[in-house]
Protein backbone atom coordinates (compact mmCIF):
# COMPACT_ATOMS: atom_id res chain seq x y z
CA UNK A 1 0.00 0.00 0.00
CA UNK A 2 2.98 2.21 0.62
CA UNK A 3 4.62 1.82 -2.14
CA UNK A 4 1.36 2.68 -4.46
CA UNK A 5 0.74 5.61 -2.54
CA UNK A 6 4.28 6.85 -3.32
CA UNK A 7 3.79 5.46 -7.05
CA UNK A 8 0.96 7.88 -6.95
CA UNK A 9 2.80 10.40 -5.80
CA UNK A 10 5.45 10.38 -8.15
CA UNK A 11 3.09 10.01 -11.15
CA UNK A 12 1.27 13.21 -9.84
CA UNK A 13 4.75 15.15 -9.67
CA UNK A 14 5.70 13.94 -13.21
CA UNK A 15 2.42 15.01 -14.63
CA UNK A 16 3.25 18.43 -13.11
CA UNK A 17 6.82 18.39 -14.10
CA UNK A 18 5.26 17.78 -17.96
CA UNK A 19 3.09 20.81 -17.40
CA UNK A 20 5.24 23.14 -16.06
CA UNK A 21 7.83 21.69 -19.11
CA UNK A 22 4.95 22.72 -21.52
CA UNK A 23 4.44 25.75 -20.26
CA UNK A 24 8.26 27.01 -20.18
CA UNK A 25 8.26 25.45 -23.35
CA UNK A 26 5.42 27.57 -24.88
CA UNK A 27 6.66 30.39 -22.69
CA UNK A 28 10.24 30.27 -24.80
CA UNK A 29 8.73 29.75 -28.29
CA UNK A 30 6.93 32.98 -27.38
CA UNK A 31 9.67 34.26 -26.21
CA UNK A 32 11.74 33.43 -29.55
CA UNK A 33 8.97 34.68 -31.72
CA UNK A 34 8.93 38.22 -30.13
CA UNK A 35 12.99 38.10 -30.25
CA UNK A 36 12.69 37.59 -34.07
CA UNK A 37 9.73 39.59 -34.80
CA UNK A 38 10.87 42.33 -32.59
CA UNK A 39 14.87 42.53 -33.09
CA UNK A 40 15.44 40.46 -35.72
CA UNK A 41 17.68 37.81 -33.52
CA UNK A 42 17.57 34.20 -32.50
CA UNK A 43 18.31 32.56 -28.95
CA UNK A 44 21.50 31.24 -30.27
CA UNK A 45 23.21 35.13 -31.25
CA UNK A 46 22.03 36.48 -27.84
CA UNK A 47 23.20 33.87 -26.05
CA UNK A 48 26.66 35.73 -25.61
CA UNK A 49 24.99 39.00 -24.64
CA UNK A 50 24.09 38.41 -21.10
CA UNK A 51 23.58 42.06 -19.13
CA UNK A 52 25.31 42.98 -16.11
CA UNK A 53 23.23 42.51 -13.23
CA UNK A 54 24.53 46.39 -12.72
CA UNK A 55 23.16 47.74 -15.76
CA UNK A 56 19.73 46.31 -15.88
CA UNK A 57 17.82 49.03 -14.14
CA UNK A 58 19.56 51.61 -16.52
CA UNK A 59 18.55 49.06 -19.89
CA UNK A 60 15.18 48.77 -18.24
CA UNK A 61 14.63 52.49 -18.20
CA UNK A 62 16.34 52.74 -21.56
CA UNK A 63 13.73 50.99 -23.30
CA UNK A 64 10.71 52.14 -20.85
CA UNK A 65 12.12 55.28 -22.97
CA UNK A 66 12.05 54.06 -26.26
CA UNK A 67 8.54 52.45 -25.82
CA UNK A 68 7.13 56.45 -24.99
CA UNK A 69 9.01 57.83 -27.60
CA UNK A 70 7.59 54.93 -30.14
CA UNK A 71 3.93 55.93 -28.59
CA UNK A 72 4.42 59.18 -29.12
CA UNK A 73 4.63 58.42 -32.70
CA UNK A 74 1.50 57.48 -33.15
CA UNK A 75 0.65 54.12 -35.34
CA UNK A 76 2.93 53.06 -38.27
CA UNK A 77 2.10 53.65 -42.03
CA UNK A 78 2.76 50.51 -43.47
CA UNK A 79 2.78 52.34 -46.68
CA UNK A 80 4.86 55.22 -46.09
CA UNK A 81 7.82 53.56 -48.07
CA UNK A 82 5.95 53.63 -50.95
CA UNK A 83 4.29 56.98 -50.26
CA UNK A 84 7.85 58.50 -49.63
CA UNK A 85 9.05 56.84 -53.30
CA UNK A 86 6.00 58.53 -55.18
CA UNK A 87 6.38 61.74 -53.60
CA UNK A 88 10.27 61.67 -53.86
CA UNK A 89 9.22 61.20 -57.69
CA UNK A 90 6.92 63.88 -57.72
CA UNK A 91 8.94 66.23 -56.53
CA UNK A 92 12.11 65.26 -59.03
CA UNK A 93 9.05 65.54 -61.56
CA UNK A 94 8.61 68.84 -60.40
CA UNK A 95 11.95 70.23 -59.89
CA UNK A 96 12.76 69.19 -63.53
CA UNK A 97 10.00 71.32 -64.57
CA UNK A 98 10.82 74.10 -62.71
CA UNK A 99 14.18 74.33 -64.21
CA UNK A 100 13.11 74.05 -67.96
CA UNK A 101 10.38 76.98 -66.82
CA UNK A 102 13.62 79.08 -65.21
CA UNK A 103 15.36 78.20 -68.49
CA UNK A 104 12.58 79.13 -70.91
CA UNK A 105 11.85 82.34 -68.48
CA UNK A 106 15.56 83.16 -69.20
CA UNK A 107 15.33 82.45 -73.00
CA UNK A 108 12.34 84.90 -73.02
CA UNK A 109 13.73 87.80 -71.17
CA UNK A 110 16.49 87.36 -73.44
CA UNK A 111 14.56 87.62 -76.26
CA UNK A 112 12.67 90.48 -74.96
CA UNK A 113 15.95 92.43 -74.54
CA UNK A 114 16.90 91.69 -78.32
CA UNK A 115 13.36 93.10 -79.60
CA UNK A 116 13.79 96.22 -76.99
CA UNK A 117 17.10 97.23 -78.30
CA UNK A 118 15.91 96.68 -82.23
CA UNK A 119 12.83 98.34 -81.67
CA UNK A 120 14.60 101.44 -79.53
CA UNK A 121 17.06 101.11 -82.95
CA UNK A 122 14.40 101.75 -85.55
CA UNK A 123 12.69 103.97 -83.71
CA UNK A 124 15.31 106.23 -82.74
CA UNK A 125 16.68 105.78 -86.96
CA UNK A 126 12.69 106.57 -87.70
CA UNK A 127 12.91 109.25 -85.63
CA UNK A 128 15.94 111.44 -86.84
CA UNK A 129 14.39 110.64 -90.56
CA UNK A 130 11.22 111.89 -89.45
CA UNK A 131 12.62 115.36 -87.60
CA UNK A 132 14.46 115.97 -90.27
CA UNK A 133 11.46 115.88 -93.34
CA UNK A 134 9.85 117.63 -90.53
CA UNK A 135 12.08 120.29 -90.53
CA UNK A 136 12.06 120.99 -94.43
CA UNK A 137 8.06 120.73 -94.54
CA UNK A 138 7.49 123.15 -92.12
CA UNK A 139 10.01 125.73 -93.75
CA UNK A 140 8.65 125.24 -96.91
CA UNK A 141 4.94 125.94 -95.25
CA UNK A 142 5.86 128.54 -93.55
CA UNK A 143 8.67 130.35 -95.85
CA UNK A 144 11.77 129.80 -92.97
CA UNK A 145 11.09 128.92 -89.13
CA UNK A 146 12.13 126.10 -87.83
CA UNK A 147 10.79 123.32 -86.17
CA UNK A 148 12.30 120.43 -83.47
CA UNK A 149 10.74 117.14 -82.09
CA UNK A 150 11.96 116.55 -78.78
CA UNK A 151 12.44 113.08 -76.92
CA UNK A 152 11.20 113.79 -73.23
CA UNK A 153 13.26 111.13 -71.84
CA UNK A 154 16.01 110.13 -73.98
CA UNK A 155 17.25 107.24 -71.74
CA UNK A 156 14.07 105.36 -71.81
CA UNK A 157 13.28 105.48 -75.86
CA UNK A 158 10.48 102.40 -75.60
CA UNK A 159 8.79 105.32 -73.32
CA UNK A 160 9.77 108.45 -74.10
CA UNK A 161 7.14 111.31 -75.28
CA UNK A 162 7.85 113.36 -78.11
CA UNK A 163 7.07 117.31 -77.95
CA UNK A 164 6.89 119.46 -80.65
CA UNK A 165 8.32 122.49 -80.69
CA UNK A 166 8.12 125.33 -83.44
CA UNK A 167 9.68 128.82 -84.01
CA UNK A 168 7.19 130.28 -86.33
CA UNK A 169 9.20 133.61 -88.84
CA UNK A 170 10.01 136.07 -86.83
CA UNK A 171 9.15 134.74 -83.63
CA UNK A 172 10.96 132.72 -80.75
CA UNK A 173 11.11 128.79 -80.20
CA UNK A 174 7.39 128.11 -78.70
CA UNK A 175 5.88 124.86 -77.42
CA UNK A 176 2.87 123.64 -79.57
CA UNK A 177 0.66 124.17 -76.54
CA UNK A 178 1.62 128.07 -76.94
CA UNK A 179 0.40 128.57 -80.71
CA UNK A 180 -2.39 129.99 -82.07
CA UNK A 181 -5.03 127.92 -83.50
CA UNK A 182 -3.98 128.40 -87.24
CA UNK A 183 -0.17 127.82 -86.26
CA UNK A 184 -0.65 124.55 -83.84
CA UNK A 185 -3.18 123.42 -87.55
CA UNK A 186 0.01 124.35 -90.02
CA UNK A 187 2.27 122.72 -87.87
CA UNK A 188 0.26 119.45 -87.25
CA UNK A 189 -0.09 119.02 -90.94
CA UNK A 190 3.31 119.88 -91.65
CA UNK A 191 4.08 117.05 -89.18
CA UNK A 192 1.32 114.66 -91.12
CA UNK A 193 3.21 115.80 -94.62
CA UNK A 194 6.44 114.95 -93.29
CA UNK A 195 5.11 111.26 -91.99
CA UNK A 196 3.98 110.57 -95.43
CA UNK A 197 7.42 111.57 -97.07
CA UNK A 198 9.20 109.31 -94.93
CA UNK A 199 6.11 106.48 -95.34
CA UNK A 200 4.33 107.52 -98.90
CA UNK A 201 0.90 106.81 -99.50
CA UNK A 202 -0.86 106.60 -102.81
CA UNK A 203 -3.95 107.29 -101.65
CA UNK A 204 -4.86 110.01 -98.92
CA UNK A 205 -7.72 111.27 -97.38
CA UNK A 206 -7.91 114.50 -95.66
CA UNK A 207 -11.00 115.90 -93.87
CA UNK A 208 -10.84 119.90 -93.46
CA UNK A 209 -7.43 119.60 -92.15
CA UNK A 210 -7.41 123.68 -93.19
CA UNK A 211 -10.13 124.73 -92.21
CA UNK A 212 -9.02 126.53 -89.05
CA UNK A 213 -6.38 128.37 -91.53
CA UNK A 214 -6.67 131.87 -93.35
CA UNK A 215 -6.46 132.13 -97.27
CA UNK A 216 -2.76 132.92 -97.17
CA UNK A 217 -1.89 129.58 -95.55
CA UNK A 218 -4.70 127.55 -97.36
CA UNK A 219 -2.64 128.72 -100.29
CA UNK A 220 0.70 127.25 -99.33
CA UNK A 221 -0.96 123.62 -98.13
CA UNK A 222 -3.10 123.50 -101.17
CA UNK A 223 0.17 124.36 -103.73
CA UNK A 224 2.57 121.66 -101.81
CA UNK A 225 -0.38 119.21 -101.70
CA UNK A 226 -0.26 120.22 -105.69
CA UNK A 227 3.48 119.21 -105.95
CA UNK A 228 3.09 116.05 -104.06
CA UNK A 229 -0.10 114.86 -106.04
CA UNK A 230 2.33 113.45 -108.94
CA UNK A 231 3.72 111.06 -106.17
CA UNK A 232 0.06 110.35 -103.80
CA UNK A 233 -3.36 110.94 -105.11
CA UNK A 234 -5.12 113.63 -102.26
CA UNK A 235 -8.95 113.58 -101.55
CA UNK A 236 -9.45 116.56 -99.88
CA UNK A 237 -12.93 117.37 -97.43
CA UNK A 238 -13.25 120.92 -97.45
CA UNK A 239 -14.58 124.52 -97.94
CA UNK A 240 -11.80 126.03 -98.54
CA UNK A 241 -12.24 128.01 -101.98
CA UNK A 242 -7.85 127.94 -102.21
CA UNK A 243 -7.79 124.53 -101.88
CA UNK A 244 -11.24 123.84 -104.73
CA UNK A 245 -8.64 125.89 -106.66
CA UNK A 246 -5.48 123.86 -106.47
CA UNK A 247 -7.55 120.48 -107.06
CA UNK A 248 -7.95 118.65 -110.49
CA UNK A 249 -11.51 117.98 -109.96
CA UNK A 250 -13.98 118.47 -107.84
CA UNK A 251 -17.30 116.65 -106.09
CA UNK A 252 -20.34 118.06 -104.53
CA UNK A 253 -23.21 117.39 -103.19
CA UNK A 254 -26.46 119.53 -103.23
CA UNK A 255 -29.74 118.48 -102.41
CA UNK A 256 -32.35 119.37 -104.68
CA UNK A 257 -35.54 118.43 -103.17
CA UNK A 258 -36.36 116.98 -99.52
CA UNK A 259 -34.52 113.56 -98.99
CA UNK A 260 -32.73 113.45 -102.62
CA UNK A 261 -29.67 114.53 -103.37
CA UNK A 262 -27.47 114.83 -106.30
CA UNK A 263 -23.47 114.40 -107.11
CA UNK A 264 -22.13 116.79 -109.39
CA UNK A 265 -18.39 116.83 -110.14
CA UNK A 266 -16.03 118.82 -112.49
CA UNK A 267 -12.57 118.26 -113.52
CA UNK A 268 -10.52 121.53 -113.42
CA UNK A 269 -8.15 120.27 -115.83
CA UNK A 270 -10.65 119.41 -118.66
CA UNK A 271 -12.75 122.40 -117.77
CA UNK A 272 -9.41 124.72 -118.24
CA UNK A 273 -8.90 123.29 -121.61
CA UNK A 274 -12.36 124.33 -122.91
CA UNK A 275 -11.99 127.77 -121.67
CA UNK A 276 -8.07 128.21 -123.07
Known amino acids: ?39 GLSPAEVAGRELDEALVPMARQRIQALKEAILELGPVNPSAIQEYEEARQRHQFLTQQRADLEEAKASLYRAIAELDRRIETHFLQAFRTIQREFQQVYQELFDGGRAELVLVDESNLLETGVEIQVQPPGKKMTPLTLLSGGE ?20 VVLDEVESALDEANVERVARYLKRWSERTQFICITHQRGTMEAADALYGVTMEGTGVSRVVSVRLTEAQKMVG
Open 1 to 39: RALRRAQAEATAALRQAEVEAARLQAELDGLTQRLAEQH
Open 184 to 203: RAMTAIALLLALLRVRPSPF
